[in-house]
Nanobody, 113 residues
């Protein structure tokens, strides 16, 4: 059974940094972790970043230059390094595989002084 398990997140002051991780467990040759999304209170879930299996990345304008996605294919893991965090980055962050069927459980990121 394929699952995405997230770790990281927490409470950080504005300007601080956090790193999220997302590991794909289970045997599959098709699926791999690829995308990051977030959902702020009272808002719709929004796309944050994508990292392809080859390591190519794309970012939402709101995080470009502050967030960096990376991956370790051998560990079936993707990461989201978040720097210069702002209060408006506060949200539940989700990772997703290259399929709508597989999402991580979500992890809370709170940016507050």
């Amino acid at each position: 059974q394929v699952q995405l398990v997230q770790s990281g997140g927490g409470l950080v002051q504005p300007g601080g940094s956090l790193r999220l991780s997302c590991v794909l467990s289970g045997t599959t040759f098709i699926y791999y972790p690829r995308d990051w999304y977030r959902q702020a209170p009272g808002k719709q879930r929004e796309w944050v970043a994508t990292i392809t299996r080859a390591g190519n990345t794309n970012y939402a304008d709101s995080v470009k230059g502050r967030f960096t996605a990376s991956r370790d294919n051998a560990k079936k893991t993707i990461y989201l390094q978040m720097n210069s965090l702002k209060p408006e980055d506060t949200a539940i962050y989700y990772c997703k595989a290259n399929s709508e069927h597989y999402w991580g459980q979500g992890t809370q990121v709170t940016v507050s002084s």
